[in-house]
């Protein structure tokens, strides 16, 4: 609906608040055809925002209204096109500044004016289409009246404390008997393999179930057990690999193939019955749609005594792999487990979660059109806990739903709903989220920054558009559209995913607003020319290489684990596609970057981890708009030293593997730090550099930095860069890594102020005595995540010496650290680690834990 009227009127007032771009477009109104310019732009944005408060005060009752809906798609187009026009306003005034274009007394006939002059024109365009879309509500004016749309004015509380924490297993309803059921069928004594599938329809929670009988039973299972999810759309050969390497990661050893090798199905499953080695495995297929997944994957596994293979499925046919007596067929939940886990989610911040007496009826009548659907369950609940406890509003909020469920699916009927009930920036960020393939684990730190290209969030208050972003995904999840796969050190969000059914929402409306489209074919030839948005897995297959495509309104390419790219269909795209602003390619098998990159002024986001490509071009400078750029675990040795033009860049991440097998020092390899690395005054992300006698003068100067990554230190340069470092008042994450692994570092310089320094990790030799340096005593109070690698200690035990003085910890992991060979800890110790990884630790015999030691720890890991 009005998502689109509100990037374009945030857009609008960023140019307006921007003091440079205002010096510049004034001084241009001297010239008689510019002269109206600044006054237009503002116009459009009180036409624009006038049109977005009658979209709203409309509301969600009139959307089968099919006048209106086309109404409010002609205004969405105005806005997209206002979008990009004003990208170019904004990007062609900086520019004129950047060239000094405020100190010219004489500016006739330039280039630029001609560039604006054009502008002007498709202004005055724009404002005559608005004067059309104003008079056409006069054809259903005196028909359809704006809407009492309660439920838009309710207050939405939108703070971290209205949302559920980490629920544990007394928080999942209805399903001990089933839990029960599964985990006797695990634990059998049966010697023979055995299949068990989990079926039902889709909200039913098989995975949920899956997932909480998985964490318990896996220790049943040491070092052989694996999670793949496969969906619709798979691979073998990935599905092998996958399965391989998390078998190997089970065991903390690496994969018997190399890694350039190219992979089979044989191979695979040869090379995964000797890593199981006869041995009994616990293997969980999540969400498999086609039999043939399974039969094709079985070799590996098969025939394995004592081994279980759980299968998700929603296909009958699937559910048949088991046998009658292995295969649990999830029902909906009854009345009362249905009102249990619906109080569960709305009235969580109450004691019991106890639903208000008030409120009961109301209550009772949602979770009966729930049908005993938990995802449908859960997502009512989230959206009623964000909305004020009485009855009058909820009651509005049941109103809007018994609309909904005029339809047979009610769980749509629901999550529709949710949707609508979302802001605009939410809108936006949620079907966004939807161009990642199906159930792919999206890291928080990839959205946040695409989130943030892509001007969805802008800054607010204090808050770094980054922060905002962020709150945004806690609100997603918190609403049930987006769910955690994976928490950090801190307790944040490192990886979520978008369950299949609320995908199928969100695409099915992207679509429906022009938003984007997801596609595995990508036959790019075929796309809308219009779209704005294009995701695709399998790359570009277009058997007509040199046709020309054009996308003019493109803003996001996203072709992730693409096995086939071609360099001449993205030169083609480049040409046709001058408002492109977000180019993510990672692990698809691109290996050229066309120099026409340079050509989009309006690219803030490139995306290239884990590509094959070797070298960016030269042309990357003139990116002046450029944000993020990642080049992490590529063949990039260099980065051309004109990048440091780009003043707006604010992460950079880069480095390449040297030992992809990781068992040498330098397994992965930083790049040379640009000459004035400096003038990226908004970097907040530098992962990873060289050390180099200039590289601590230049990070003096970058007060924003958050993320540090630094390699190929020596003894005599990390006195002064740990100084430096140590001054930085917003590190939060350091990296330390030596020039080699006999390279002795002296610990005594690095004496961080920040408070929010709360990862470290070092590698390389250490100078005596180093675990008694400022950054392991006081100053290391607030780590969260410690991680020490070929570390010569001595005889000295480090747990011993680090645990009084590191309390905060949840991760500790040494790695080739040669030390005492008696590790102790003591009674007390690390009372807050949740993760202990002990590998390759040479000179240790023996680990002793007494009573009352790590007493909240969740795995410990000796390799």
Not at 385 to 398: A, H, I, L
Not at 411 to 430: P, T
Not at 501 to 510: F, G, M, P, S
Not at 576 to 581: A, D, F
Request: with cysteine.
């Amino acid at each position: 609906m009005a998502e689109a009227i509100l990037l374009a009127v945030s857009k609008i007032g960023a140019v307006i608040l921007n003091q440079a771009v205002t010096d510049v477009v004034q001084k241009l109104s001297k010239i008689e055809a510019l002269k109206e310019l600044p006054t237009k732009v503002k116009r459009i944005n009180v036409e624009l925002t006038t049109m977005n408060n009658i979209i709203l005060d409309l509301g969600t009752a009139h959307l089968s209204n099919n006048v209106i809906k086309g109404w409010i798609g002609n205004v969405r187009d105005l806005a997209y096109r206002v979008e990009d026009v004003i990208d170019k306003y904004s990007y062609e005034a900086l520019k004129l500044k950047d060239e000094g274009f405020l100190q010219r007394y004489i500016f006739g006939g330039s280039r630029h004016i001609k560039v604006f002059s054009k502008i002007a024109e498709e202004i005055e365009d724009i404002e005559k289409d608005i004067m059309q879309i104003k008079e056409l509500p006069k054809y259903w004016r005196d028909t359809v009246q704006p809407t009492n749309n309660d439920h838009a004015k309710i207050d939405k509380t939108r703070s971290g404390s209205c949302f559920p924490g980490l629920f544990s297993d007394e928080d999942l309803v209805g399903i001990d008997e089933n839990r029960s059921k599964l985990t006797e069928w695990l634990s059998t004594d049966d010697k023979e393999s055995s299949v068990i599938t989990v079926s039902g329809m889709g909200g039913l929670g098989k995975t949920t179930l899956v997932k909480n009988v998985y964490d318990r039973e896996k220790v049943n299972f040491p070092d052989t057990h694996a999670w793949i999810v496969v969906s619709q759309a798979y691979d073998v050969v990935d599905l092998l690999g996958s399965l391989l390497t998390k078998l190997r990661l089970t065991q903390g050893t690496q994969s018997p193939l190399s890694m350039d090798a190219k992979a089979n199905v044989y191979d695979l499953t040869e090379a995964i019955r000797k890593t199981l080695q006869d041995r009994k495995c616990l293997i969980v297929l999540d969400d498999v749609w086609d039999k043939d997944a399974y039969t094709q994957m079985c070799n590996a596994f098969q025939g394995l005594q004592g081994s279980r293979v759980m299968i998700t499925t929603r296909k009958e046919d699937v559910a048949a792999l088991a046998s009658p007596r292995r295969r649990l067929v999830l029902q909906p939940l009854g009345s009362a487990e249905s009102f249990k886990l619906f109080c569960s989610r709305a009235f969580h911040n109450s004691p019991n979660c106890e639903c208000l007496p008030e409120l009961v009826t109301v209550a009772v009548d949602v979770v009966k059109k729930c049908h005993g659907l938990p995802l449908a369950i859960i997502s009512a609940g989230s959206l009623l806990s964000t909305k004020q406890p009485t009855e009058y509003v909820w009651n509005q909020m049941f109103k809007q739903l018994r609309d909904e469920f005029k339809g047979d699916n009610n769980v749509q009927a629901i999550l529709n709903l949710s949707y609508h009930d979302l802001s605009g920036d939410l809108r936006n960020c949620f079907l966004y989220s939807s161009l990642f393939p199906e159930d792919y684990a999206m890291s928080r730190e990839s959205l946040v920054r695409l989130w943030v290209a892509e001007g969805f969030v802008m800054r607010k208050g204090n808050n770094t558009p980054e922060e905002v972003a962020e709150g945004n995904l806690m609100e997603l999840i918190g609403r049930n559209m987006l769910e955690v796969v994976e928490w950090d050190e801190l307790f944040r969000v490192s990886k979520c995913k978008m369950h299949d059914i609320v995908r199928d929402l969100a695409l099915a409306v992207a679509k429906e607003e022009r938003f984007g489209s997801a596609s595995d074919s990508g036959e790019m030839v075929r796309m809308d020319k219009e779209v704005r948005r294009f995701s695709t897995s399998s790359g570009w297959t277009d058997s007509n290489t040199d046709a020309r495509v054009e996308f003019p309104r493109l803003r996001t390419i996203m072709s992730l684990a693409a096995s086939s790219s071609s360099t001449n269909m993205l030169s083609s795209v480049f040409s046709g596609s001058n408002y492109l602003t977000v180019l993510e390619l990672q692990d698809s098998a691109i290996v050229e970057v066309p120099a026409s990159i340079g050509n989009l002024f309006n690219l803030r986001y490139i995306g290239l981890r884990r590509t094959n490509v070797q070298s960016l071009p030269d042309t990357i400078e003139k990116l002046l708009n450029l944000e993020t750029l990642d080049i992490k675990q590529t063949r990039v040795e260099k980065i051309p030293p004109g990048i440091v033009k780009i003043e707006k860049l604010r992460h950079l991440l880069a480095d390449r593997f040297a030992d992809e097998k990781q068992t040498e020092f330098r397994y992965f390899v930083g790049v040379e730090a640009p000459h004035m690395i400096s003038n990226f005054q908004e970097l907040q992300t530098l992962e990873t550099v060289h050390a180099s006698k200039d590289l601590s003068l230049e990070l003096k100067k970058m007060r924003k930095l958050q993320t540090v990554w630094v390699d190929n230190i020596n003894a005599s340069n990390c006195d002064d860069l740990f100084k430096t470092l140590s001054d930085m008042p917003l590190l939060s994450s350091l990296l330390l890594s030596a020039y080699d692994e006999n390279e002795k570092l002296s610990f005594l310089s690095l004496v961080p102020i920040s408070k929010k320094l709360h990862r470290l990790i070092v590698r390389g030799g250490w100078a005596d005595g180093t675990l008694k340096c400022p950054i392991f005593q006081g100053h290391g109070r607030n780590l969260k995540y410690l991680a020490l690698s070929w570390c010569n200690l001595g005889k000295e035990d480090p747990l011993q010496l680090l645990a009084s003085h590191l309390p905060a910890l949840t991760y500790l992991s040494l790695n080739r650290v040669s030390s005492a060979a008696i590790l102790v800890l003591s009674a007390g110790s690390f009372s807050k680690l949740k993760t202990l990884v002990l590998k390759c630790m040479p000179n240790v015999k023996q680990l002793d834990i007494e009573e009352g030691a790590i007493p909240h720890i969740d795995g410990i890991y000796i390799v």
